[in-house]
Structure formats: structure tokens, C-alpha cells
């Protein structure tokens, strides 16, 4: 496959699955907020802060107030991460991959694409913030369905699951890290009502809580929350499946290039599945939650590092 085809694939799944974190990230923020009535007033600073666009966005708004922070994540058009622009790259991108994807998903993202284009700030508060971020998780849910029922597993389905998989792996850790990190100054709270609500507003946010609560029972618990979404083999929203998911990607495009195997070609992702594998939530807790959780997403970062020099390059 040539290198500009790979890279486009690669960046159009990126681009999709970071426009349905944003969405996701923005939902939980919300909820965490209304689950917390007398809240800080600057409840969205911690959102900026981890996502790494505090900077960015006090270049161009004033403060952090609702109605700007979603006006930022959702349609700023200076944003390159905004959701809006994340869906006009990859449906960008998809005008020259038309003979390498399914015309249903071709249909499917340009008619996301299209709808977005006339998003305005009017437009979820009409709807509702929660409605409308509920009924954007709906249409990525659609994506992703056609993405998985109608593109053979060939090289172009590869680097789409490579993409889509190092981009999850990474945005769960920044979803635990909104709860965690930031919005539980007080040691205090840990294990109020508050805390417990607050998880389970994350936990649906990630679509966990049924998960948890089939697996777990009803009381939540923060260790096992942590558990599910960065340890567990089986739940596909946890940072080791999808961690597993992209190493699997990578021995198939490997063996498809003629190359060694994924421990050859890209050392930093098996590594990272190793420590996923043999960690655990209550030695990371222990050792420090925020610091195991920026630890996951430079990682990451590495592995799309190796992948571009290895795959996507063309100098």
C-alpha cells in the first residue's frame, strides 16, 4: 500500500474516534457538573486542562464559561481538534479513499459531515446539551458499526483499526483523569454520595455502567471502575483492549508488508500492552492514578511516533 493511502486511513479513523471522544469528554464534564449542584465556576477548566487546549482556548475566549468551552470543543473553526473540524478531515480525507472504503461509509461520514456543517452554537441549545451530544454518540455508534459490518479485513481496514484503537486507548485515560485528577479537590469526598455519582455519570459516558454493574454488582467502586476501563481484556472501551486491538493491527499489517512481526516494527506498542496486562487499578492508584494515566497517553504517542516513521512517512 502506498504511504499516502495508509496515512489518509490512518488519520481518518484518528479523526473520527477523537471527534467522538470530544463529544464523550464534553458529556461527562456535563453530567459530573450537574451531578454536583454549587459547584465551582470554573467546572470546564479541568476539561481544557487535560486535553491540553487551555492555552489555545484563552487565546480566543475569555473565560471558561459553558457556553464558550462548548462552542470550542464542538464548532470552533480554528480548533484543528474541534469536533466539527475533526469530521471535515477525515471526510476529507475520504474523497481520495473512496476505491479503499465501503460506499456505506462513505454515505455515513459524508452525511455526518454534511449535518455538522450547519452546527452554530444555537444548535445544541435547542437541542439540549445533553440531547444533542446523546444523539451525536448515536451517529458514531452507526460509523462504527458500518466501519466493522462492511470493510473486508484487508490493509485498508488495518490501519483504520490501528487509527481508531491508539486514539480510544489514549482518550479513556484523559476520561478517568477529568473525574480523578481534577474534579475531587477534596480528600474528604472520596466515597460520598458525590464521589458515586459523579463515577457512574463517567461510567455511562464511557457506556460502562452496564458493564460494571453486570460484572461488579451496583455499589461502585473507584478501584474496579479504574480496573474496567484501563485493565480489562473483554470490555472494548478499556485502554487494554484497544490496546491489544491495535497490536493485533500491526502484526497483520506487518505480515501483509512482508515485515517481521509488531515487536519488530513498532517496540512501543507491545511494551504498552505489557504494562497494561500486568497492571493493576490498585498498584496504579497506589503509585499515583494521574501519573500511570499521562504515562499511558506518551506512550501512545511514541507508538504513533514508530507507526509514521515505519508506515506513514514518505520522506
Known sequence: MLKRIANLLFWTARNLERAEWRARLID???HLLVESPGGPNDGWLPMLAITGDRAGFFSRYPAPEERLVLAYY????DDASSIKNCISFARENCRSLRNRISSELWVEINTLFLESQSWTAQTYLDRGVYGFFLELRDRFYRLSGVLENTMPRDESYYFLSLGR???AAENVTRLLDVKYHFLLPRFEDVGSALDLAQWAA???SASALEA???RYGSPINIERVADLLLFDPGFPRAARFSIERAVSALGAIAAGGNGGNEAREIPAAPALLKRLSDGSAAAVIEGGLH????GVQEDCAKISDEVFARYLSTD
Open 28 to 30: 461527562v464534564n456535563y
Open 74 to 77: 464542538t464548532i470552533d473553526k
Open 165 to 167: 484503537m491508539l486514539e
Open 202 to 204: 463517567l461510567l455511562r
Open 212 to 214: 460494571y454493574t453486570a
Open 291 to 294: 501519573e500511570f494515566l499521562l
